[in-house]
């Protein structure tokens, strides 16, 4: 049985539909990836599911319970890790793992043995009693994740879990995930700006204007966008563009001052349009395609150009520095 | 149920916590009330003169100075909650298992105890201004700083559910403060006030938290004791609602009845706000 199941799920906010008649369904133990640009419906989509936001229409259950009528058993079934800090910084990481577990009524003995068990795996045990504004970006992040499994839950989600550290605290912070996932079989349903993030999942949902527009495993998107991509740049793009489009066929785009184009077969394409070519070429480069291009060729959009929220990124920074 | 009871203990649990690690926060509420007993018991006790029944000055304030430290940390239930909703720990509460209205008593009751420390703290300056304290007295005062602080929680909550910064609110306490402390009979008595400000001071919850604090410290005689204006014309230092006295009992069922009718509209905005 998928531990979630969402059917036909919409949100509307006044006039604008934000979440426009979603159906997917997320199988247990499996990563799963949801992107798209901002303002696409992913947060309002998330907050749907972890009972925040109630739909507009259409249904959706976590771990078999309805997230509209079930309310607090899907809370209890779920575990967050926000964009945004959500720790209390004038109190310990102990206090704040406390605070969490008698809220969703966990026994004393269990807390105890589950905080000692996460702390010492995310590797904060020895600090366990310093107070979270001591704690550096990274440390909140890890003791977030910590808390937010204290109470066992059956599907974590992690919404840009990643966001604004450093790539070392990254790659850390994703052994854990991974780790966590094999040991406890744990769901995770994850967003993300970085890419090389998303190649975790093992699907990967690209949702665009609140509707789902892919849906499959990285590499199979991967090969949709149809070959390898070929990226030109010459002293004259246009003339690139206009020879590959009308001696060959091929649909180039202009992006940054390179013309990128996709070829199925590319290491053969490449030297014959080489020889071919009468202008200047400056570079060409020759690649297999990116989960990158799939966003790309999928929304128009590249995910880098995104605003990476910075409200959210300024207000941690800030925060850091004046508390 | 059961997500209401918990969501009241462990909110007010977490605000316990946070009162004893913040420290600045204790000291800071305590200072405005001090600066204004010292300052106008100080500047005015001359001038003043002594009420009848041998009570100076300084002894007529004290009591709604209490009721002053009670008023300021209740009122900071408000402040926790846009502090809560600013640095991203209310997302924290609000994915939990634990009912809105839970969530919102929780805050009005951590509220309150807090206040009550304080306003307990308060007591130990007694002596110094000549007011001499009996365990009847604390077991009278307890009950009324608590019924009066989460009265003010609530005032601090509602106020609290939809504003989204720290400085917005801020601005929005000062507003409310200074009236809500100088029109409540703390450093006057209410029936000697021309018409209109008595009817303002007669809507403020605070001016009958004062009253029965000032008849708690001194005595019943507080409502029946007589202040002289020039002229000889004499007034009731008390509070007369539709030409009746007020005892404690009335004073606090009154700031109940204000707290109570403030607390459902606080859980009502909240739970509107946040789904």
Known sequence: MPIIEVDNLSKQFGEIKAVDGVSFKVEEGEVFGFLGPNGAGKTTTINMLCTLLRPTSGQARVAGLDVIKDKNDVRRAIGLVFQETTLDDYLTAEQNILFHALAYAVPSEVRKQRTKELLTLMELWERRKSKIRTYSGGMKRRLEIARGLVHLPRVLFLDEPTLGLDPQTRNRIWDYILDLREKQGLTIFLTTHYMDEAEHSDRIAVIDHGKIVALNTPDSLKDQVGGDVLTISSDNNELVEDELRDKYGLVPEVNNGTVSVRVPGGEEFLPQFVRAYEGTLQSIGLRRPTLEDVFLHLTGREIRDEKVDERALMRNAMRARYR | ?275
């Open chain 2, 1 to 275: 149920m059961s997500e209401t009871y918990r969501g009241i203990w462990v909110v007010a649990f977490r605000e316990l916590l946070r009162f004893v690690a913040d420290r600045s926060r204790m000291i800071s509420s305590f200072m405005f009330p001090l600066i204004f007993l010292v300052v106008f018991g100080a500047g005015f006790s001359r001038i003043v003169g002594r009420l009848e029944g041998d009570v100076n000055f300084i002894q007529f304030i004290y009591p709604g100075i209490i009721a002053m430290t009670v008023v300021m940390s209740s009122l900071f239930a408000g402040t926790s909650v846009v502090v809560d909703r600013e640095y991203g720990f209310l997302k924290e509460v609000l994915v939990a298992p634990l009912s809105r209205v839970g969530i919102i008593l929780g805050k009005a009751l951590g509220g309150s105890l807090t206040a009550l420390i304080q306003g307990t703290i308060m007591l130990a300056i007694a002596p110094l201004v000549g007011l001499s304290i009996s365990p009847l007295l604390v077991l009278q005062l307890l009950p009324t700083l608590l019924v009066l602080s989460l009265s003010l929680s609530g005032l601090g909550i509602l106020m609290a559910t939809r504003m989204r910064s720290q400085q917005g609110f801020q601005f929005l306490m000062q507003l409310m403060v200074f009236p809500l402390i100088f029109l409540s009979g703390v450093f006057f008595p209410v029936q000697g006030v021309p018409t209109w400000l008595q009817i303002v001071a007669k809507f403020n919850p605070l001016t009958y938290g004062v009253d029965a604090i000032r008849q708690i410290f001194l005595g019943p005689r507080a409502s029946g004791l007589v202040a002289e204006l020039p002229g000889n014309e004499t007034i009731s230092t008390g509070v007369i609602l539709f030409n009746h006295p007020m005892g404690i009992i009335e004073d606090v069922a009154v700031i109940g009845a204000i707290g109570a009718a403030l607390l459902l509209a606080g859980v009502w905005s909240f739970s509107r706000t946040e789904a």
